[in-house]
């Protein structure tokens, strides 16, 4: 709608100027992707740059969205089309594919939400070997670390801060926003097996972003390096502390990550503005 | 949904924590107004302030939608209550109420759009002697000049400047985004006098910003200086040029204003930033 | 010598112009004030506001420099008188006096620096007794707390900070920049009583602000949510794990406080661009 | 002196900390040419960035001083070090060398200012010839339009603009900050052909930006087409106006430019804070 009622309005001032046109947005498209390894279709959000054309070769960011939302999420509620629009069409921002995989729902008592291998649901697994290759192969972008970037919100933060721990030699960077690093403390787990909150929050300890860091040999160090990390959080977000707690590690281990506490707390409007930063931050990695 | 998802979200993480709860959020209401003026009923959107009480008084900032728009489209389209949360938690903008009424529809064809008065629709005296009376009684705000602030975008833009032109004395400060200070050059004007885009397009010919300004005695401009001036235009915005003509007027006039050209052109994400910007305007200039 | 050329380059454009003149630039006066109780002199830069006329009344805060500094180096390395004028000129802060004392010298072995009381140096009762009656009379500003703020760097962020937690009902607000908020872990403490850096990390152990905030009695913690607080301490900055310790205290003892952490380090550019955040906050703090 | 005391300060504390040293700023060199050319010495300064070593091979940005100043003053009076090494420490400016000739010096009456070739004194021609021969090989920097970039403020603006129009085979793009893009209507001209301000200011009339962009044929604004070209000047600065004259000339062109007026006039915190953009912006037009 709002896109149509900008172009109608522009249509009607600007046919006869010099400036007749917006600058080139991009498109918005769903996929749906069956996955053998989950056992169902996967519905995937993809942002296709305005000059986007078949054949052209771009480099991909996978966006992931966080608990109670699904693949839509970052352009529904978060609204980021407008500022990766405004970022692409100014230079910040370097052309990119953007790809936000459904990874749960709204309803997380339902829906299995998650990012990392658990009972049932074994969504990492899907992630590298079945989304990855079925979006750069499809769509031409990608292809290997150098243009590839990982960034996500809340549980979507914790999770690629993980998957890019996991497979450093997968992404040049990785930007957390109000990241879920860890559980924070005096969380309860559901004690029900299959209950799937409970089953998330146990994959949630298992993927502990800090205590990676604080766990990881040199070697590993050393390969977590080669990313370029940003963590933002809002000074009143329920999940500072958990990101403090990351920074220390990361800091304490001698690994470069750039951190930024903005005014915010756990909100989309903070999201929606950490794109402003987290866009020109994957392009600048890109190579 | 939104903001349901996120408590959700946080009454789930935060049940035992220090910080249970979000810093107070705003509540959006919608009020219906019946104008003797206009002959109809007309609908406005208000945002009262997370701690807003009855009883309470708070400043108002009438906050002006643009063609092919209602007064939800500030909400819903431009997504403004993000940003007006976040400033008015963070201090950076005074708790206040902001209202935007309906001076259109999304079918500009079918309804007649327009802040002026014009055949048929006498917008300017409903929105003074109704509207403005309707609001701060009900409402407890504004009041005063020194209470009341106007703001909006595109023919929202042109209005808020337009009306605090011809009436210095109500309003503190006028923040015009994208706006439509006049017509802009080579626009044709639909011959059918009932025709309703032609009757608002004549209606910001006679209401013209840029003439007004070069037009006003001494008397005016003294006047006019009473009014903190804002004037905000993308740097791709088909609009730019009729802004910088009421830069140049104004600067001539010795009419103290502040003007900023950002980066973006007639679009949503401009106005959703530009809220950034004046909604502190606004507070600095309440008193 | 900067103002001096810019003059005179606008003073040859713009002698017929109608806008011949710099919008008002504050002028810089450095002042002496004999203490009794430091048993000397000290001098401090006074900021006065470009409309400053004898007999108007202003607001003031109190802006502390660091260790290895002076008076003038809020001015002089950090040059900070560029962001005071353009704030002010924009309306984005309102005139204010800014008056940064001496407490210490370039040479920290010679030169006792330090904003508490120690053996031989109680800057604290100076700061108190005869600095703030001394300006405030003499250039009537400030006067009470809702017309008083303070603010400083990394020595004189502890110095703001710890000074606003020993009288809140003196300051409105406090911005401390990258804070030395208590003394880093492992810092060792030179032995020899008369050392001078001895004496004054001895000082920043007794007035540690994040013990000051764990140990506080509900009184005193009531009496701290009368001041506005903001930490603002960058990525790669020495300091920030006692920043961050300081926030946590603030956020169990339930004290409302701001907290950003910006891209830098310890530096003058950080500082500098501090001033965009701290005198806006000032501002809006000052009743 | 500044960073000095930091050095100092941060050993004392740092002394057995994990993060013993500061993010690696750059230096800053003053070398001396012998322009045949102009028939003297010209100094130059020049910014290394920090992990400079003799081999390495950068970018270049020349960044041009304005009237009443030389090769120092973008590093005194507008203290641009301070915004470059963040800038680069951070990664949103790639690592580069930073090269600011003398064009002129404090006593624009007894020394010659400019950027273009007059009567006299060859400036261009010393630039193109001997300044960007003599830095590119012994810095080993820059060497092809991919790999250089030029800005500059008030009559630096000017000359990185219309120097880049005259040879848009050697910048990937061009920063003006509070251009001279033009003389100002209404300037008089010192009659005296021996006058050095009089022939500064007959060359600016020669090397019109705007009358360059309005007589260009398509070949030209093809040319022109291949730099990436920015605009930023401030709402109150005196030299808006022609800025404004450029830009709307650049439109009727149909040659792209961004264009940003932001708060300020013409002053040396306006240009400090341009680095902020102008940085980044180099940096992505690198290749």
């Known amino acids: 709608m709002k896109s149509k009622i900008i172009i109608t309005l522009l249509a009607f001032f600007c046919a006869s100027s010099a400036f007749a046109s917006l600058p080139p947005r991009g ?3 769903t996929d749906t992707i069956h996955s053998k390894i989950l056992g169902t279709d996967r519905e995937v959000s993809i942002y296709l740059p305005g000059n986007f054309k078949s054949g052209d070769h771009f480099p991909v960011l996978y966006l992931l969205h966080g608990m109670y939302a699904n693949h839509a999420s970052w352009f529904k509620e978060t609204q980021g089309k407008g500022p990766i629009d405004r970022l692409i069409t100014s230079g910040e921002a370097v052309p990119m594919l953007i790809v936000s995989p459904n990874a749960g729902g709204y309803d997380a008592d339902k829906e299995q939400n998650g990012y990392f291998n658990m009972p049932g649901w074994q969504y990492e697994d899907f992630f590298f070997n079945e989304l990855i290759p079925y979006i ?3 769509y031409n972008c990608g292809g290997s670390k150098n243009q590839r970037a990982i960034a996500g919100l809340s549980m979507g933060g914790g999770g690629a801060t993980a998957l890019a721990q996991h497979h450093p030699e997968m992404f040049s960077s990785s930007y957390a926003m109000s990241a879920l ?8 787990i559901p ?3 299959n209950n799937k909150v409970g089953k998330l929050f146990r994959a949630v300890e298992q993927n502990d972003c800090v205590n990676y860091v604080k766990n990881a040999d040199d070697a590993t160090r050393d390969a977590l ?4 990390w940003f963590v933002d959080c809002g000074d009143d977000d329920f999940l500072l502390d958990v990101n403090i707690d990351y920074i220390r590690a990361m800091k304490a281990a001698k690994i470069p990550v750039q951190f930024r506490v903005r005014e915010g707390d ?3 409007e903070y999201w929606h503005t950490a794109l402003y930063y987290a866009l020109p931050f994957a392009s600048r990695s890109f190579k």
């Open 27 to 29: 498109t918005l498209v």
């Open 136 to 138: 750069e192969q499809k």
């Open 181 to 188: 690093m860890a559980l924070p403390e005096g969380r309860e």
């Open 191 to 193: 004690a029900d097996p």
């Open 225 to 228: 390096r080669t990313v370029n």
């Open 266 to 268: 756990h909100s989309h």
